[in-house]
């Protein structure tokens, strides 16, 4: 069955770097897009952007350009993404979620609390 | 960048009361409107894509309608279950967006 796992709990400091893999099992890694999707504490949900599978090309939304960095590893079939410079503000958890191009998210990993604190 | 604009932003019904919820477009994005429905502590799960695509193991008393900025998603008879947030996504642009959501509570 298909399945996206992603990694466990998060608790960093400030200025911090950290980096959440999301595992894909029981399709062809490569034919289909992953996205990120962040949710604050008691919010809504938050497209950060998509990475393209088969390119490795990523794509961000404006509020993640900079600190934030989609990377796979293809012959793992594992998705991460990496956020440095860590601010209180990045305290949420952290979703990737698999698309056909252009479409709908039909699969969900299981979301990774990220924690920054002093 | 492409707003879509939920409301209610909250909705309080009695089980077994019919809703719709509307999603709003700042500008036309054809039937690229998808829904989700998200309870506390869990992932979010598709419910209808394209405006109008039923999903596989998906009740049948929710169903979704509209094209260009108006969309709107149907709850026939609400169940316990249904009680939960609920968001829009498009995918016409290659920056997608979420809705604001709107939650579904017990009257």
């Known amino acids: 069955q298909i399945q996206l796992v992603q990694s466990g709990p998060e608790l960093k400091k400030p200025g911090e770097s950290v980096k959440i893999s999301c595992k894909a099992s029981?399709?062809?890694?490569?034919?289909?897009?992953m996205h990120w999707v962040k949710q604050a504490p008691g919010k809504g949900l938050k497209w950060m952007g998509w990475?393209?599978?088969?390119?490795?090309?990523?794509t961000y939304a404006d509020d993640f350009k900079g600190r934030f960095v989609f990377s796979l590893e293809a012959s793992a079939s594992t998705a991460n993404l990496q956020i440095s410079n860590l601010k209180n503000e990045d305290t949420a958890t952290y979703f990737c979620?698999?698309?056909?191009?252009?479409?709908?998210?039909?699969?969900w990993g299981q979301g990774v609390m990220v924690t920054v604190s002093s | 960048n492409i707003v879509l604009t939920q409301s209610p932003a909250t909705l309080s019904v009695t089980p077994g009361e019919s809703v719709s919820l509307s999603c709003r477009a700042s500008?036309?994005?054809?039937?690229?409107i998808h829904w989700y429905q998200q309870k506390s502590n869990e992932s979010p799960r598709l419910l209808i894509k394209?405006?109008?695509q039923s999903i596989s193991g998906i009740p049948s008393r929710f169903s979704g309608s509209g094209s260009g900025t108006d969309f709107t998603l149907s709850i026939n008879r609400v169940e316990s279950e249904d009680f939960s947030i609920y968001y829009c996504?498009?995918?016409?642009?290659?920056?997608?967006?979420f809705g604001s959501g709107t939650k579904l509570e017990i009257k």
């Open positions: 979620a698999r698309s056909h191009y252009y479409s709908s998210f039909n699969y």
């Open positions: 500008q036309s994005i054809s039937t690229s």
């Open positions: 990475i393209n599978t088969y390119t490795g090309k990523p």
């Open positions: 996504q498009q995918s016409y642009s290659s920056l997608f967006t």
């Open positions: 394209y405006a109008s």
């Open positions: 029981g399709y062809t890694f490569t034919d289909y897009a």
